[in-house]
């Protein structure tokens, strides 16, 4: 029997940390590892259009995303990976998509209003059209589901919702996927546990992927644990929540223990907390370097998935073609 669709992107904007790991990856990897769906997994480049970044830093961001995912466990046997912009299907759509979406509608992302504030010179009409293309990126496969978090299902009922317009006018078509809501742990600063986990901020407040050993010790030792006023606790906090994350279950309760009965020493808590990680990610680095040192492997996966997944992408394009009238 044919396997449901899932499919999920991501924007090459930089190394991955450790909250998109938890937040996205992991959970790419698990989906595929199930066994239920044929998933397909994009780098969604033409989304990083709307932001500022040279054509050689977008290339090379792309590489560096691609080694990190395969390295992460995306099996290219198993799943598809490919690069959006690689699947010209998806523009089309999009433009199609355009063409049925109010202003209204757009205007209401709060990821536009968001991103309004946070690149408010850069206020392109990328940023406003995004939600038509993202659910072109989503449609084109006829997913059974979608994986997505708190902060995406608006992006998810805008997609829905195109796909009633789209059928109400030309002829029922598009099903409406569902959404898979991952239960993401809120991954926190290590210097601002008030905030989430970003580069926006400063390396400091991260823990990539491929940071070596030495870095993360250095990174966690400079971490926030208790202040004056208590909010220290959240650091805490934090630092407990990786360790459930990417430790043993005996030494995450351990800690755990230790904090409600005041014996807890945030030295011995930062040093666990490295290792597990350093430790969770040891064959990640390995085969990340691998990969960076072989870029041809990682271009003959990326054409291999561009190919496969342009099979279906391009079956669903025809067919709106037609359905609208310009084929």
Same mark, same amino acid.
């Given at each position: 029997?044919k396997?449901?669709?899932?499919?999920?992107?991501?924007?090459?904007t930089?190394?991955?940390h450790?909250?998109?790991y938890?937040?996205?990856l992991k959970?790419w990897?698990?989906?595929? %590892?199930?066994g239920?769906?044929?998933c397909?997994?994009?780098? &969604?480049d033409?989304?990083?259009?709307?932001?500022?970044?040279t054509?050689?830093?977008?290339?090379?961001?792309?590489?560096m995303?691609?080694?990190?995912i395969l390295?992460?466990?995306?099996?290219?046997e198993?799943?598809?990976?490919?690069?959006q912009?690689h699947v010209?299907?998806?523009t089309e759509?999009?433009?199609i998509?355009d063409?049925?979406t109010s202003i209204?509608?757009?205007?209401?992302?709060?990821?536009?209003?968001?991103?309004?504030?946070s690149?408010?010179?850069?206020?392109?009409?990328?940023?406003?059209t995004?939600?038509a293309?993202?659910?072109?990126?989503?449609l084109?496969?006829?997913p059974?589901?979608?994986?997505?978090?708190?902060?995406? +299902?608006? =992006?998810?009922?805008?997609?829905?919702? !195109?796909a009633?317009?789209? %059928?109400k006018?030309?002829g029922?078509?598009?099903?409406?996927p569902?959404?898979?809501?991952?239960? #993401?742990?809120r !991954?926190?600063?290590l210097l601002e546990p008030?905030?989430?986990m970003s580069?926006s901020k400063?390396?400091?407040?991260? +823990?990539e992927l491929?940071d070596?050993?030495a870095? !993360?010790?250095?990174k966690?030792?400079?971490a926030?644990?208790?202040?004056?006023?208590?909010?220290?606790s959240l650091?805490?906090?934090?630092l407990?929540?990786l360790?459930?994350?990417?430790? #043993?279950?005996?030494s995450?309760?351990?800690? *755990?223990? &230790?904090?409600?009965?005041?014996?807890?020493r945030?030295?011995?808590?930062?040093k666990?907390?490295?290792?597990?990680?350093?430790?969770h990610f040891?064959?990640f680095?390995?085969r990340r370097k691998?990969?960076?040192?072989? =870029?041809?492997?990682i271009a003959?996966?990326?054409? %291999?998935?561009? =190919?496969?997944?342009s099979? !279906?992408?391009?079956?669903?394009? &025809?067919d *709106?073609?037609?359905? *609208?009238? +310009?084929?």
């Open positions: 029997m396997k449901p669709i899932i499919l999920s992107g991501m924007q090459p930089g190394n991955l450790i909250g998109n938890l937040g996205a959970h990897v698990d989906l595929q %590892n199930s239920k769906y044929d397909y997994f994009f780098i &969604a033409l989304h990083s259009l709307t932001g500022d970044m054509a050689e830093e977008r290339r090379r961001q792309i590489t995303l691609a080694a990190e390295a992460a466990g995306i099996d290219p198993t799943s598809t990976l490919f690069v912009s010209p299907a998806h759509l999009g433009w998509f063409c049925v209204a509608e757009l205007e209401r992302m709060t990821q536009f209003k968001d991103k309004s504030v690149q408010e010179k850069n206020i392109n009409a990328g940023l406003f995004y939600p293309l993202m659910a072109a990126d989503i084109l496969y006829k059974e589901a979608v994986p997505v978090g708190d902060d995406q +299902i608006q =992006h998810l009922e805008l997609t829905c919702d !195109i009633k317009k789209f %059928n006018r030309y029922d078509f598009f099903k409406e569902k959404a898979v809501l991952t239960k #993401t742990p !991954i926190k600063s008030t905030s989430k580069k400063g390396m400091g407040h991260v +823990i491929a070596e050993p870095v !993360i010790e250095k966690l030792k400079k926030v644990t208790a202040t004056e006023g208590g909010e220290g650091g805490v906090e934090n407990l929540l360790l459930e994350n990417f430790s #043993t279950d005996a995450y309760k351990s800690f *755990v223990a &230790a904090e409600k009965d005041g014996s807890i945030y030295g011995d808590l930062k666990a907390v490295g290792d597990a990680i350093s430790t040891e064959s680095r390995t691998e990969l960076l040192e072989n =870029h041809n492997e003959d996966i990326l054409i %291999n998935g561009a =190919h496969r997944a099979e !279906i992408a391009n079956k669903t394009l &025809a *709106v073609r037609k359905m *609208v009238g +310009i084929r």
